[in-house]
């Protein structure tokens, strides 16, 4: 009888399983080529910044703070990608949020009102979150985008 059950529920169980969406995510490989892309961005702008990457949930993936970058860049960092993880959205629009007047939006989770971090999505999924911080604003977010730019082109 439970060869039978054992017969029976091993290949249904298999039919299940395949049914099952595979989830994207970000592995070391593509980490690093964000962060060789956004080091190379930086240099080229000749600024010193901290690099942040984050997966879906804003667990640190990788972090490296520029030699000249203030201590403060760690933390803006972290949560420049984890807003953009969280919400989908460049952390941009976040600052926007407040200057529209928004200020309930600074009790959001993990919600972060400076330029800096950008998503990560890849075919209309969120793996993460780029950051950096050190620089302009804007400067910043272009670092970041450069490190996104380098895993859409792979």
Do not use: W
């Not at 760690?74 to 200057?99: C, L, M, N, V, W």
């Amino acid at each position: 009888m439970k060869r039978f059950l054992v017969a029976i529920l091993v290949p249904a169980m298999a039919a299940f399983a395949s049914d099952l969406p595979s989830k994207k995510y970000l592995d070391l490989a593509n980490v690093k080529v964000m962060v060789a892309a956004a080091e190379a961005k930086a240099r080229e702008l000749n600024v010193s910044v901290t690099i942040c990457v984050v997966d879906e949930s804003g667990n640190l993936l990788f972090l490296e703070k520029g030699e000249t970058a203030s201590l403060s860049t760690i933390q803006f960092a972290q949560k420049k990608a984890r807003h953009a993880a969280f919400y989908g959205k460049p952390s941009r629009d976040g600052a926007e949020t407040i200057k529209k007047g928004s200020m309930e939006a600074l009790a959001f989770p993990e919600f972060f009102p400076n330029q800096g971090g950008v998503p990560i999505k890849v075919d209309g999924q969120i793996l993460g979150g780029i950051s950096a911080s050190g620089a302009k604003s804007e400067i910043d977010e272009a670092i970041a985008q450069s490190g996104l730019d380098a895993l859409l082109k792979k």
